[in-house]
């Protein structure tokens, strides 16, 4: 059996490096991504400029569309069937439209609740990720 050898202060160095957190986890409680300490909102979906604890710069990070997009995916495909379920069902009209009002409430409420959590998550994935804009090559 091969024994191999480990380079410790290489080992440690690289732990050193790693993130101690983690990205989904920070993303979803709408903290900082390096730290997990600082929030990263200054209003509903404005972010900070950077992290008041250890000072990441949170400008690097555009999410764009991408949170909306995602939001609205799952809303659909959690409320939609409701939404010709309703209709058909064998209840009086005011019954109906009473259960169709309940669920557009719904629907507009678990919206704005998961919007600044998937947009949080986004930031801090692409944080994570290093990801930035992509570039043309100079050939």
């Known amino acids: 059996m091969l024994k191999r050898r480990v380079d410790l202060a290489a080992f440690c160095f690289h732990v050193g490096n790693m993130s101690k957190v983690s990205p989904i986890s920070a993303g979803l409680a709408e903290r900082c991504p390096t730290c997990g300490q600082g929030r990263v909102f200054r209003g509903y979906l404005k972010f900070k400029p950077a992290c008041e604890a250890c000072g990441q710069d949170f400008t690097k990070a555009d ?41 557009v409430f719904v629907t507009i409420v678990a919206s704005l609740v998961m919007l600044p959590k998937a947009k949080s998550l986004l930031m801090a994935l692409q944080i994570a990720n290093k990801a930035e804009q992509a570039r043309f090559e100079d050939r």
């Open 63 to 103: 999410t764009a569309d991408g949170p909306a997009f995602f939001v609205g995916f799952i809303v659909l495909i959690l409320f939609a069937p409701f939404g010709f379920i309703i209709p058909m069902a064998d209840q009086p009209m005011w019954w109906k439209l009473l259960m169709m009002f309940g669920l």
